[in-house]
């Protein structure tokens, strides 16, 4: 795409979740799509009971859930902040968006020591970089995209 195509996706993503922050309908703090993250913390304030309900969230929705579609050959490359994890594979959790975005990071950038995600089909990573239409630059977007 054009960076010209890019700018009227970036502004189509974020009228999107300005009428659905409107309507009601975001079911999450519009803000998410704008908050940088907090690694130096929040990555001290892990707990291995967190970091377990996210681990768990994460290998259940690739294989069962919300994402099994990009792990198929030719599947979907999915973009998400950690707020919009949480609303679809988290409902029921107390951690914060913050939280479960310093666990996706550590996952993500220690993917070697998990032989069931690495064994996946898809490659998980993150930018930062604004590259992702929903984002601006700084804010830290995941990606699943499926192996060729």
Same mark, same amino acid.
């Given at each position: 795409?054009?960076?010209? +195509? +890019?700018?009227?996706?970036? &502004?189509?993503?974020?009228?999107?979740?300005?009428? $659905?922050?409107?309507?009601?309908?975001? %079911?999450? +703090?519009? $803000?998410?799509?704008? &908050?940088?993250?907090? +690694?130096? %913390?929040?990555?001290? *304030?892990?707990? *291995?009971d967190?970091? %377990?309900q996210v681990y768990d969230a994460l290998y259940h929705s690739l294989t069962n859930g919300f994402y099994k579609f990009a792990v198929r050959k030719n599947g979907p490359t999915i973009q998400f902040i950690a707020a919009q994890f949480k609303n679809s594979n988290m409902k029921q959790s107390q951690l914060e968006p913050r939280v479960i975005e310093a666990v996706l990071t550590k996952i993500i950038d220690n993917v070697d020591q998990y032989p069931q995600l690495k064994e996946m089909k898809c490659n998980l990573s993150y930018s930062d970089d604004g590259s992702s239409c929903m984002t601006p630059k700084g804010v830290r977007c995941f990606c699943i995209k499926a192996k060729e």
């Open positions: 795409m054009s960076n010209k +195509d +890019d700018e009227i996706m970036r &502004r189509m993503c974020q009228m999107l979740v300005g009428i $659905n922050a409107a309507s009601g309908s975001l %079911q999450f +703090d519009r $803000n998410e799509f704008s &908050r940088l993250p907090d +690694d130096t %913390q929040t990555t001290i *304030e892990i707990k *291995e967190d970091f %377990q």
